[in-house]
Nanobody
Framework: QVQLVESGGGLVQAGGSLRLSCAAS????????MGWFRQAPGKEREFVAAISWSGGSTYYADSVKGRFTISRDNAKNTVYLQMNSLKPEDTAVYYC???????????????????WGQGTQVTVSS
């Protein structure tokens, strides 16, 4: 069992930055593929970024590539999402997710992830 708790969301102006954190419980965190997803009102949940168990591989949605950076600290059981150059269209609830696969070519596929956090709101004003 893995429990995930996100933090770091808030209100920011367009062009600003935020860093999201996801703290995980459980001794097997270091073996999980970790992902960030987001869901805007009236839209489906979508993939944002993912990182393999070792941090050696990272994956991004085209819409955030070059602006967002995912990283992890296995010693702290935490995964991060650094978000720069934020745009109003980045406004959404952001969710952290954990998959028991160490890495996968289907990193963007929500059913791949077994555990989910409660989400943290990110609002970008224009």
């Amino acid at each position: 069992q893995v429990q995930l708790v996100e933090s770091g969301g808030g209100l920011v102006q367009a062009g600003g930055s935020l860093r999201l954190s996801c703290a995980a419980s459980g001794r097997t965190f270091s073996s999980y593929l970790m992902g960030w997803f987001r869901q805007a009102p009236g839209k489906e949940r979508e993939f944002v970024a993912a990182i393999s168990w070792s941090g050696g591989s990272t994956y991004y949605a085209d819409s955030v590539k070059g602006r967002f950076t995912i990283s992890r600290d296995n010693a702290k059981n935490t995964v991060y999402l650094q978000m720069n150059s934020l745009k109003p269209e980045d406004t959404a609830v952001y969710y952290c997710a954990a998959s028991p696969f160490r890495d996968s070519g289907n990193y963007y596929y929500t059913p791949l992830y077994t555990y989910w956090g409660q989400g943290t709101q990110v609002t970008v004003s224009s």
